[in-house]
């Protein structure tokens, strides 16, 4: 897995694909409920999807199957006042299996975003 930038473009994407993501967080070795995590997905007709930590972890949620159009995609990870270590890793799944990246951080009271553009063609 690669880090997310903070502003992703996955074209190419196949229809059928799924759109998946998934958090997590540790202090240690010892996993960490110390985080928060939340995706929105705005799908091609303007709708969104809104995605809660309770969703994420343990995960993966899966938006299925994608179809044509182009979504947006904003995903958000707020790092605790003990700061674990969190992440939140994002990905397509078959056919399509192109795009997968992570966000990841660690500093106490913070957040970090990451923004992607999916294309779907038929």
């Not at 229809?15 to 958090?23: D, E, I, L, N, T």
């Not at 994608?66 to 969190?86: D, H, I, K, N």
């Amino acid at each position: 897995m690669t880090e997310c930038d903070k502003l992703e473009a996955w074209q190419d994407v196949v229809a059928g694909s799924k759109f998946c993501a998934q958090s997590s967080a540790k202090n240690g070795a010892n996993p960490s409920n110390d985080y928060n995590a939340g995706i929105r997905i705005v799908l091609p007709g303007g709708n969104a999807i809104t995605w809660r930590k309770s969703d994420l972890d343990p995960g993966p949620a899966r938006l299925d199957p994608l179809q044509a159009g182009s979504y947006g995609v904003e995903g958000t990870l707020a790092c605790g006042p003990s700061g674990p270590a969190t992440m939140l890793h994002v990905w397509i799944e078959p056919p399509s299996a192109s795009a997968d990246c992570t966000r990841t951080n660690s500093v106490a009271g913070t957040e970090a975003f990451v923004t992607i553009a999916i294309v779907v063609n038929e």
